[in-house]
Nanobody, 123 residues
Framework: QVRLVESGGGSVQAGGSLRLSCTAS????????VTWFRQAPGKEREVVAA??AGGHSIYYSDSVKGRFSMSQENLAMRALQPEDTAMYYC??????????????????????WGQGTQVTVSS
């Protein structure tokens, strides 16, 4: 059974930094995606960043490129802005390729999810 547990959310002022951790257990067939999604109130869940587990391919959405970075399953966020405020989720699924771009699919393609961690950025 696959289990994902997020930690590290919190409240910061604009320009601050946070690091989110995703601890994964269980078996998923390689290659597989570990992807960070976020969902703000009233908005759809969106992909923030994704990595092919064990590999070097990483995908970032345009909205976070240059500010967020993934290391293994963890997400380092800097230069945070109020629009980054959301619930952040770690998710996983098998990937058809070793390219992280293939992880950029809708949330309903992901069978494994963590419980989420809240990130709040104040101006």
């Amino acid at each position: 059974q696959v289990r994902l547990v997020e930690s590290g959310g919190g409240s910061v002022q604009a320009g601050g930094s946070l690091r989110l951790s995703c601890t994964a257990s269980g078996y998923i067939k390689n290659p597989y995606c570990v992807t960070w999604f976020r969902q703000a109130p009233g908005k759809e869940r969106e992909v923030v960043a994704a990595v092919i587990a064990g590999g070097h391919s990483i995908y970032y959405s345009d909205s976070v490129k240059g500010r967020f970075s993934m290391s293994q399953e963890n997400l380092a966020m800097r230069a945070l802005q109020p629009e980054d405020t959301a619930m952040y989720y770690c998710a996983a699924r098998e990937s058809p390729t070793y390219a992280a771009i293939s992880c950029r699919t809708s949330a309903d393609q992901y069978p494994y999810w963590g419980q989420g961690t809240q990130v709040t950025v104040s101006s």
